[in-house]
């Protein structure tokens, strides 16, 4: 077995964890039947988010069916820093992404708006950081770009991750219109994406 069929192997491994705790989280949190304005977040980021998105997931698919069709965008990684990415994407992304997801319940959306039974979340992950998810994102990305070593997937996923730091501007004005001086305390005591170090 070659080193990259061992890394496809792990990307698979990754999906198998990572995919069931985000369907499940996602079919749950519909169970309100709520329509979400998702153009609040902006037609941009909207239609951006949703198509890099959608592009990243084609190339993984490729990568995964016959690695040497994303070969023109393959980057020659030391094979220890793909075995961090391996590492992550088993170890890492799967766990932290049940403990947000499992912390957020019911109140999980894919866009910046609040469901009308939204409670302020402030245990988990979420006591020290206020977008656990994003982070989440953002290992998820490194990981899987790192496993696969190309550098198309790393620009895409980046590219998402990027629309979604640049949303939670929206998202928090929403979150202070929903919720007032009890989200401004918050965001006083919490950090964006990493903990405060006081």
């Keep these: 077995m070659t080193d990259e069929s061992v890394f496809r192997s792990i990307v698979i491994m990754n999906i198998a964890l990572a995919l069931p705790i985000g369907l499940y989280h996602r079919i749950r949190s519909q169970a309100t039947g709520e329509k979400l304005a998702r153009s609040e977040e902006g037609i941009f980021i ?30 020659a990684l030391p ?53 656990p998810f994003y982070d989440v994102v953002f290992l998820w990305i490194l990981s899987l770009s790192l496993l696969i070593a190309n550098w198309l997937m790393a620009l895409l996923g980046f590219s998402v991750f990027a629309m979604m730091v640049a949303r939670t501007r929206i998202e928090e004005e ?20 990493l903990p405060h170090l006081r």
């Design 46 to 75: 909207m239609i951006g988010l949703r198509l890099c998105g959608l592009l990243g997931w084609i190339a993984l698919a490729a990568y995964l069916i016959n690695p040497s069709w994303m070969a023109w965008s393959s980057v």
């Design 79 to 131: 094979t220890w820093l793909r075995w961090i990415g391996a590492f992550l994407a088993l170890f890492v992304v799967p766990p932290l992404l049940f403990w947000t997801f499992h912390s957020l319940g019911k109140n999980l959306t894919d866009t910046v708006v609040t469901r009308r039974e939204h409670t302020l979340i402030t245990h988990g992950p979420y006591y020290w950081v206020r977008h």
């Design 174 to 193: 929403k979150l202070i219109e929903r919720f007032g001086n009890e989200y401004r305390s918050y965001i006083s005591r919490t950090g964006k994406f």
